[in-house]
Nanobody
Framework: QVQLVESGGGSVQAGGSLRLSCEVSGLISSINCLGWFRQAPGKGREGVAYVNRASGTTYYHDSVKGRFTISRDNPKNMVYLQMNSLKAEDTAVYYC????????????????????WGQGTQVTVSS
């Protein structure tokens, strides 16, 4: 089992920044990739960013490229999402996600079938 605990959400004006953190615990050795998903009001969950734990290679949804940065700190078992130039359409509940033995490509395709989800943290961007 793997546990994911997010923190760092909040309210910010458009153009502002927030940094989300996710603490990973449990059977971490089974996790190859960590990611962030989000769910906006009335919409389905969508993948935002992913990072390979070993290589640090990152992947981003087109809507956040150039604005969001995902990173990981393996000794601390943490993953972060730095969000800059926030827009009203970034308003959503953000979830830290993982799936045993899945690559980042695999996590992107699993979507709602991902095994491990954090409790979510609300990000609200006002225009």
């Amino acid at each position: 089992q793997v546990q994911l605990v997010e923190s760092g959400g909040g309210s910010v004006q458009a153009g502002g920044s927030l940094r989300l953190s996710c603490e990973v615990s449990g059977l971490i050795s089974s996790i190859n990739c960590l990611g962030w998903f989000r769910q906006a009001p009335g919409k389905g969950r969508e993948g935002v960013a992913y990072v390979n734990r070993a290589s640090g290679t990152t992947y981003y949804h087109d809507s956040v490229k150039g604005r969001f940065t995902i990173s990981r700190d393996n000794p601390k078992n943490m993953v972060y999402l730095q969000m800059n130039s926030l827009k009203a359409e970034d308003t959503a509940v953000y979830y830290c996600v993982a799936h045993p033995w899945a690559s980042c490509t695999g996590i992107q395709s699993l979507g709602a079938d991902l095994r491990y989800w954090g409790q979510g943290t609300q990000v609200t961007v006002s225009s």
